[in-house]
């Protein structure tokens, strides 16, 4: 279902942006008609939806995926918001300006949610906001028991902006490879010590040591990749 937004549309190029809408629970079949809803939402341009969801780490909770198909959340309609002069590289750009002000940890229901975001990116892509009936509950702050998160999906086909969650990645499996090797170090020399020393015993202790041994390697998130290489 495709919509546009009011009669008080601007346009700035020709470029369609448009804002998909997900519900996130089944009583929105009811709320939504009373202007109410929990909603997820994210902004669709050059054939790409951004989004905005939140994860434990200090790193973008911006990401990208294929437009009204955000696994996880169920899609409602499309609203044609405007248009924009932009290209595919300078929205991009955009999107890597506003990804430290969006951090997965910083993701808050009422003050900084997926909403916040689009209505964000909206208004500096084409100068016009998003619906308010899209973010309404968390304008009034009454927020009822049943919301969640937009938390990133975790086999979702996105790109995060940045490379902070590699580079946590990296630390963290290079701090578990060092644990790793002090405990295999720490019963090579017990074994060593138990065991009569001989040219024999000796290097087979050394061997099975450096057996255990592995080159640290980044781990990849689960689902994203960062933009170089390329969580309402």
Request: hydrophobic share 30%.
């Amino acid at each position: 279902m495709l919509c546009r937004k009011s009669s008080s549309f601007v346009d700035r190029g020709n470029v369609p942006v448009y804002l998909n809408v997900y519900d996130l629970t089944p009583i929105n079949g009811y709320a939504y008609w009373l202007g109410l809803g929990v909603y997820h939402s994210g902004v669709e341009v050059h054939g790409i939806e951004y989004a905005f969801g939140a994860h434990e780490y200090p790193s973008t909770g911006i990401f990208e995926g294929e437009p009204r198909q955000c696994e996880g959340f169920t899609f409602r309609k499309s609203i044609l918001i405007g248009k924009t002069d932009l290209g595919p590289l300078e929205v991009r750009a955009t999107m890597e300006q506003l990804a430290d002000n969006y951090k997965g940890s910083s993701y808050n229901l009422i003050t900084k949610n997926c909403n916040h975001f689009c209505d964000e990116t909206c208004i500096k892509l084409t100068g016009n906001p998003i619906p308010s009936w899209v973010n309404r509950l968390a304008r009034i702050g009454k927020i009822s028991g049943f919301m969640c998160n937009c938390v990133l999906p975790a086999t979702i086909n996105a790109t995060r902006f940045g490379n902070n969650r590699i580079n946590q990645d990296k630390s963290c499996e290079a701090e578990s490879e060092k644990k790793k090797l002090t405990s295999v170090s720490s019963r090579e020399r017990s074994t060593t010590i138990a065991t009569p020393s001989s040219s024999s015993s000796s290097p087979s202790v050394q061997v099975r040591g450096r057996s255990r041994k592995r080159r640290p390697r980044a781990l990849q998130p689960s689902s994203p990749l960062t933009l170089g290489s390329s969580s309402v």
